[in-house]
């Protein structure tokens, strides 16, 4: 069953990050096992994100790529998040800031100051998700930092692109 899994979703990864949905019509897996194998990835998540809560997010850029790996690489849908950090740079909070499409996720940069300034964040990173497996930046990503501006991370399947490492910004 696991082999099979495996084939059809195309990787181990993609197993534990498909849809509920799609792994309950998989003959031979049960709708316990479905939801079973969601939890374990829901527990990586939560696990990967307490190891981060108040620390500094910055001293470990291996870190922070991994856990926005673990959080949204394999979403089918683009999401934004915003990960705001004290004066230390320690997490005070990872929340999604939007939801769009496979190729889109609107972003308003005022609702991004006005939840950072709710949280009382210092700083923040901006990191978004290309479901298309191809993490190099659009107009519209790079016309988004600049309004924010620091660094927007794209994540994809297996890589990861920093308008800032790329001079972007």
Known sequence: LAKHLIAQFGSFAAVFHA??????????????SAVALKSITAAATH????????????????RLIDYCHISMAHSVREELRVLFLNKKNELITDEVQGRGTVDHT?????????????????????VHNHPSGDPKPSREDIDLTRLVIEDHLIIARKSYTSLKNEGLM
């Open 19 to 32: 849809p509920i949905e799609d792994l309950a019509r998989v003959k031979g897996l049960t709708e316990s």
């Open 106 to 126: 609107p972003a308003y940069p005022r609702e991004i100051m006005k939840r950072a300034l709710e949280v009382g964040a210092t700083a923040l990173i901006l």
């Open 47 to 62: 696990l990967t994100r307490a190891d981060l809560t108040g620390r500094p997010v910055l001293n470990s850029w291996q």
